[in-house]
Nanobody
Framework: VQLVESGGGLVQPGGSLRLSCAAS????????MTWYRQAPGKERELVAA????????NYADSVKGRFTASRDNAKNTVYLQMNSLKPEDTAVYFC??????????WGQGTQVTVSS
């Protein structure tokens, strides 16, 4: 089982990034996918979640209207489009795959730094 995040980097405030999380080794379409982030000295927090079929999403209040989660089940990939980035969005971003009553998997994370 693998979840591999990519797309992180350094961006100026107001900029955009698109994170990807490529899944392998399990039946991706059966799993809800969630993006989390963890800033230095802070607890990991939920950023965005998308249901297994992609029909429903929910977001942390801090990113609503700026971030969009999507998935391509044919490519076993989930995305996080991040617009209007702020310095407080700086964190390591992780993707998580979860199937109720079965378990979950985590990626290794990708660093996002928002700074001028």
């Amino acid at each position: 089982v693998q979840l591999v995040e990519s797309g992180g980097g350094l961006v100026q405030p107001g900029g955009s990034l698109r994170l990807s999380c490529a899944a392998s080794g399990f039946t991706f379409v059966w799993y809800d996918m969630t993006w989390y982030r963890q800033a230095p000295g802070k607890e990991r927090e939920l950023v965005a979640a998308i249901s297994s079929a992609g029909r429903s999403t929910n977001y942390a209040d801090s990113v609503k209207g700026r971030f969009t989660a999507s998935r391509d089940n044919a490519k076993n990939t989930v995305y996080l489009q991040m617009n209007s980035l702020k310095p407080e969005d700086t964190a390591v971003y992780f993707c998580n795959a979860r199937r109720p009553f079965v378990g979950d998997y985590w990626g290794q994370g990708t660093q996002v730094t928002v700074s001028s």
